[in-house]
């Protein structure tokens, strides 16, 4: 990801935004943190961008900086075989967003969000982790094959369908 200075930012924010004060671009800019501007940017050249809803699921990259000092938290053949982990992508679900008053912001620059890990017995574990909004790519449920599973199965407890994960193999 490339990220832009203030210079540049103005530049993609006037094109787009016709006949805006220059007062007030200079306080939208010294008033944005890096990721939010990032984020317009992203925004102006992607059209297929879904936005962050609460509860949603997104998936992120394993290597991401954000995550890469969990690496000890799990076992990655584990997450691979219950379906929570497919080459490039581990899955989560967005909790709430960081501002300050209650109400969730589906724009704000960064998220409250628990990514699915397992536990000792190879079960779901939820480990809740704060993500930037750039971090986080925006999924379907059933996208996650162990919540596709599961929901085939839906009337397996934990303890059966972490079973039926490790007898498929």
């Known amino acids: 990801m490339i ?10 924010l006037f094109k787009h935004v016709k006949e805006i004060d ?12 890096t990721t ?5 940017v992203d925004r102006v050249f992607d059209s297929h ?15 991401s900086d954000s995550i ?10 584990i997450l691979t075989d219950m379906g929570l982990f497919d080459g ?18 589906s724009h704000y620059h960064s998220f409250r969000t628990n990514l699915f890990f397992h536990d000792e017995n190879n079960k ?3 480990y809740e982790v704060g993500l930037d909004i750039l971090d986080i790519e925006v999924v379907n449920k ?15 407890s934990e303890d059966e369908l972490a079973e039926f994960l490790y007898k498929k193999k």
């Open 49 to 63: 961008y879904v936005p962050i809803k609460k509860d949603c699921y997104f998936r992120i990259d394993i290597d």
């Open 124 to 126: 779901l574990k939820e």
């Open 3 to 12: 990220r832009i200075n203030n210079k540049t930012f103005k530049k993609i």
């Open 22 to 33: 220059d007062n007030i671009l200079n306080a939208i800019c010294d008033n944005l943190c």
């Open 68 to 77: 890469r000092y969990l690496k000890d938290q799990y076992n990655m053949d």
């Open 88 to 105: 490039t992508y581990i899955y989560g679900q967005v909790t709430s967003s960081k501002n300050y008053d209650d109400d969730f912001h």
């Open 36 to 40: 939010s501007k990032q984020f317009i």
């Open 142 to 156: 059933h996208d996650i094959t162990y919540f596709s599973i599961k929901d085939k199965y839906n009337t397996m």
